[in-house]
């Protein structure tokens, strides 16, 4: 086995080309793995876990691209790094395109001046000068870009305001509006049940919930994962909540949501008190609040769902069977979580609250304490959100490139301290096209000692059609659950016998 490497100076290529020049190389005969990436300070703790760091990577800047090959032989990686050169000068499709390019803001009004929202999806250090323009042209603002300032995040949402606009973001993963899909997003009908999200997994599991109920969504508004924190005062949370409360085609209203700052909880409570329809708010855990003749508060996004339902009559059941618990053999006794959302890895670190009363480690920990250190090197049970912005500077989100978990399913694979791994599937719209087809050779080669959960999120009516990826990944012999409560319900009660086994 040999392992070669590329530096490429002076190129700039987003993360999804980067992503699919190494599925390409991967593809090549004799490279046993292969990534194109952007030569920063986690992309190298990466690579020196997998056994692919080299020297000429630990002298690049940040900026550079680093393309690192490890092959069967000399000859085959040589090619690999040939064959990444002609994919690095190759002409985009937009270069062979007959029609003008769109470069900016103001040649994208030309082209389509009826558009009132822009949705922003470039390196986080340029986001915020993009957004402050579409508001000056006075456009409603998704910014899907993680990597912004919290200062800027607070002065756009302010100038927003100002304006009578929306900004939902920065890290905005998920919106629906007037039935469009933005970002990663599921195929799910109209209704009359209205959503308000600081969570971008978060919305995508209680719109899915909705649809597998039989209830339907009239918009969903993201608003990035910080607007609760008390650095931006819920500004678009209130915002929103306030368009939804008003809005005569929501009958329901949702609120999603990491715990938000106390402060904002109280100005919530008090917008929730004063509408005359149905509100179902979850924070996630357990908090003071109100009792409201209008609010249920649930701790849970299967529940939240499932109250938003009842409120408007529908009854309908999606209770899924669990299998039997598994025995998980010595010496194996950790569980590890691999998650691409944010809020499911959320949800589960307080689901292993209440079973153990203790909480899990974590890259995004609940609390500080419990905060892990080189995640690859963890030898406890261990939460890991791979949708983090350490892990998706230069990499494409891993709703959509599937290697690191594939990396870290093959490391797990080596350990004998592993006994449960549970990951989560998130389908739909931007997300990758095929996870099964990405996921089953990884599995085939990790043992069968292992258990694994999965969880999949989404509908049939989406692109994958989550049915069909669902049947596919059990005949790979691992445990699916359609929501991601039971998933990790089931895993914490797997754990939980082994540990009054031992």
Partial sequence: MIVKTQIVQGRYLDSVKLMLI??????????????????????????????????????????????????ETEEAAQAALRKAEALLTAPSTMAQSSKAPVRNINSAIRVMPEANLCLISVAGKYAAREADLALDKGLHVMIFSDNVSLEDE??????????????????????????????????VPRGSIGIVSASGTGLQEVSVGIANLGGGISQAFGTGGRDGKAEIGGIMLSACLDYLIHDEQTKV???????????????????????????????LQAVDHPYLHNMEYTTSLDACAIRACAALGITKSVGEEYPALTE???????????????????????????????????????????KAGDVFAVRQDCMIDLGSDEFTVGRAHPMIDYSLRIKFLEQLGLRDDVALVLMDIVLGYGSNPDPASELI?????????????????????DPQNAKLQADR?????????RSHFAAADFAMRCLQQKRRMQ
């Avoid at 043992?447 to 694994?452: D, H, N, R, S, T």
């Fill in 22 to 71: 190494s599925k390409e190389l991967r593809e090549q005969d004799g490279v046993i793995d292969a990534v194109a990436i952007l030569a920063t300070r986690e992309n190298r703790e990466i690579l020196t876990a997998t056994d692919m760091m080299v020297a000429a990577i630990a002298a690049a800047k940040e900026t550079d691209i680093a393309i690192v090959v490890k092959a």
């Fill in 154 to 187: 607070l002065r756009l949402k302010q100038k927003a305001l100002s304006k009578g606009l929306l900004v939902m973001g920065p890290d905005c993963g998920t919106a629906i509006i007037n039935g469009c899909p933005l970002g990663f997003a599921n195929a």
């Fill in 253 to 283: 209203v949702v609120l999603i949501g990491k715990t938000p700052d106390p402060n904002i909880q109280q100005r919530l409570w008090k917008q929730i008190a004063s509408a005359d329809k149905p509100v179902v708010v979850c924070f």
């Fill in 328 to 370: 998980l053999p010595e010496p194996r006794k950790h569980l590890i979580g691999l998650y691409s959302g944010g809020t499911l890895c959320y949800e589960a670190q307080n689901l292993y609250h209440q079973y153990f009363d203790e909480y899990p480690l974590s890259n995004v920990p609940l609390y500080p304490e419990y």
């Fill in 441 to 461: 050779p990884v599995l085939s080669r990790i043992g069968k000692e292992i258990l694994v959960i999965f969880h999949v999120l989404g509908t049939e009516a």
């Fill in 473 to 481: 990944l059990r005949e790979a012999g691992v445990v699916v659950f």
